[in-house]
């Protein structure tokens, strides 16, 4: 039983260490395009982007909290009717905000092709249309809950604490890993 026990528990570890990974991975890949952004400037933005979303706007399919993975999108990329983009607003209630809904029509005019959307949430549709040169990504993934991680990094101290546990925890499996033969042979001694 122990055996198996120990086995499911290295299994588990093994899943949660490749999953902190794949996300370090996404998040030094995004720290480090954006500073070559910030250097080179138009041209160099990064072709992944990760908004974390602070309304209730897109609920059930995107909570508050929840962090979306935005593919950046060029001129010729065609977007349908359903997709879900970030987009900066023009709309007058929510100007140059950053803003993911879905695209609920696609239309051309003299202008190029323009979206309506709509968060899934909202009743009415957003008021001002959107178009290709407003558009940030469209959303590729999203991961429940990670901005709540990114909240509390942000904030007094938590960054610390998110280095600090894991250091913690190394040391702690190591006391028990020099302890437990130490504790057997004393208990070999008691009897």
């Not at 198996?4 to 260490?17: H, N, P, T």
Request: zero cysteines; glycine letters at 6%.
């Amino acid at each position: 039983m122990k055996k198996a026990v120990d086995k499911i528990l290295k299994i588990l570890s093994l899943i949660v260490m490749i999953f902190i990974v794949i996300i370090g991975s996404f998040l030094i890949y995004y720290f480090v395009s954006i500073k070559i952004y910030e250097q080179k400037g138009t041209g160099y933005e990064p072709k992944v982007t990760l908004y974390t979303i602070i309304s209730r706007s897109m609920v059930p399919k995107i909570n508050v909290y929840d962090v979306v993975f935005d593919i950046k999108i060029d001129k010729n990329t065609v977007l349908k009717k359903g997709d879900i983009i970030t987009f900066i607003s023009k709309s007058p209630d929510s100007y140059n905000y950053v803003i993911t809904h879905r695209i609920i029509n696609v239309s051309n005019n003299e202008y190029g092709i323009s979206y309506t959307t709509k968060g899934d949430n909202n009743n009415v549709e957003d008021e001002a249309k959107v178009y290709q040169d407003q558009v940030l990504g469209k959303v590729l993934f999203v991961i429940p809950q990670l901005g709540k991680i990114q909240t509390f990094i942000a904030y007094r101290g938590g960054w610390l604490i998110l280095l600090a546990l894991p250091a913690f925890g190394i040391i702690v499996a190591n006391i028990v890993k020099i302890a437990t033969p130490k504790l057997k042979e004393l208990e070999a001694k008691k009897r």
